[in-house]
């Protein structure tokens, strides 16, 4: 629902010229009392002014514990509106409201709603790239840092439905020996990978590490040397004694990779048209410096989430968040 919102989703006004945009921002933040989270795949530039950087795990975490009167979340927008059904009482924008996930969209609401009629009785696991409707059919919201051990959580007989990630939830039956049933998703960056490209990319760096998101296809994952979520696959490279890695998620992780570690190497893993930067999530990309300037200067486009549907999202969320504080996650 967006209400007092620019039509465009985003407030498309050129940032005034001879200031200094990142000062700028820093005095907003203090003006709004305001925090910004950056996820990894942010451009550079809006991780580098960002107060924190995490993944999707550690951008709940964040929002459910800071003191600020606002978020601006740079992200996507599933990742603004878990912010704030956490934090209903705060405003939280996100700079550019157009940057949906290509995952959240594979599952409608009112689809998985008939889904989960079909086969009742079973536990509902949600993946946080979901809308808040979604959430609010959901027993238990995972992230790609904690769905294996949340998943365990339960006895091995208790049937599961897993959304909506397709190759996520196949990895997490695979790892655990689980017959999940699983929502026909995918993200269309992390399903593009090519298997023959990084074969041949092995073969010029031989000690390349390949490590992959749990969202890539499972030719991909049975490739890896490590698999996992953004941030952990961000701890691998910096704890490794290895060089030399391949990376087969959105390439915006890379900085903060090259960043942490100046002296290793980090090699894009290449998607299967060339001729595309297809290896970086388009929607992550809608947001920009200025529109994060913007969005702090004129308090817009914000965040609203239906009170009803909330109060249904939050439960699964926090019940999340209560299980990962628990296995200090
Ligand atoms: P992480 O939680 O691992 O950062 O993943 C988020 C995401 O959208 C992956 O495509
Ligand atoms: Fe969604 Fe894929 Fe973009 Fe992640 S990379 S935000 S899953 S579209």
């Given at each position: 629902m967006v209400e007092n919102n620019s039509p465009a989703g985003f407030l498309n006004i050129p940032a005034p010229q001879y200031t200094d945009i990142k000062k700028e921002i820093s005095n907003l933040k203090k003006e709004r009392n305001a925090i910004i989270l950056a996820h990894y795949y942010q451009t550079g530039?809006?991780?580098?002014?960002?107060?924190?950087?995490?993944?999707?795990?550690?951008?709940?975490?964040?929002?459910?514990?800071?003191?600020?009167?606002?978020?601006?979340?740079?992200?996507?927008?599933?990742?603004?509106?878990?912010?704030?059904?956490?934090?209903?009482?705060?405003?939280?924008?996100?700079?550019?409201?157009?940057?949906?996930?290509?995952?959240?969209?594979?599952?409608?609401?009112?689809?998985?709603?008939k889904f989960i009629k079909t086969h009742p009785d079973r536990t509902v696991i949600s993946y946080v790239n979901t809308t808040a409707a979604v959430k609010a059919l959901t027993d238990v919201v995972v992230t790609s840092t904690n769905a294996r051990q949340i998943v365990e959580s339960f006895p091995l007989e208790t049937p599961i439905i897993f959304g909506p990630d397709k190759n996520l939830g196949n990895y997490i039956n695979s790892i655990t020996g689980r017959n999940m049933l699983l929502w026909n998703g995918a993200c269309h960056v992390h399903e593009q990978f090519s298997l023959e490209k990084i074969i041949e990319l092995k073969k010029v760096?031989?000690?390349?590490?390949?490590?992959?998101?749990?969202?890539?296809?499972?030719?991909?994952?049975?490739?890896?040397?490590?698999?996992?979520?953004?941030?952990?696959?961000?701890?691998?490279?910096?704890?490794?004694?290895?060089?030399?890695?391949?990376?087969?998620?959105?390439?915006?992780?890379?900085?903060?990779?090259?960043?942490?570690?100046?002296?290793?190497?980090?090699?894009?893993?290449?998607?299967?048209?060339?001729?595309?930067?297809?290896?970086?999530?388009?929607?992550?990309?809608?947001?920009?410096?200025?529109?994060?300037?913007?969005?702090?200067?004129?308090?817009?486009?914000?965040?609203?989430?239906?009170?009803?549907?909330?109060?249904?999202?939050?439960?699964?969320?926090?019940?999340?968040?209560?299980?990962?504080?628990?296995l200090k996650l």
């Open positions: 530039e809006i991780q580098d002014i960002a107060d924190f950087v995490g993944d999707s795990l550690a951008l709940a975490q964040w929002a459910a514990k800071t003191t600020a009167e606002v978020i601006v979340l740079c992200g996507v927008h599933f990742m603004g509106e878990t912010a704030k059904i956490l934090c209903p009482e705060k405003r939280v924008f996100v700079p550019d409201l157009n940057a949906g996930c290509s995952l959240a969209d594979s599952c409608p609401a009112d689809e998985f709603e760096h031989p000690g390349a590490l390949l490590l992959a998101h749990p969202e890539c296809k499972s030719v991909i994952l049975k490739l890896a040397d490590h698999i996992g979520s953004t941030a952990s696959l961000l701890k691998f490279a910096t704890h490794s004694d290895n060089n030399e890695f391949i990376v087969a998620t959105e390439s915006g992780i890379l900085h903060e990779m090259q960043k942490k570690n100046p002296g290793k190497i980090f090699i894009p893993a290449p998607p299967n048209d060339s001729t595309c930067a297809c290896n970086e999530c388009n929607f992550m990309r809608l947001n920009t410096i200025e529109k994060l300037y913007n969005c702090l200067k004129y308090e817009m486009p914000e965040i609203f989430v239906d009170e009803e549907v909330r109060k249904k999202a939050v439960k699964p969320i926090e019940k999340m968040l209560e299980i990962s504080a628990k």
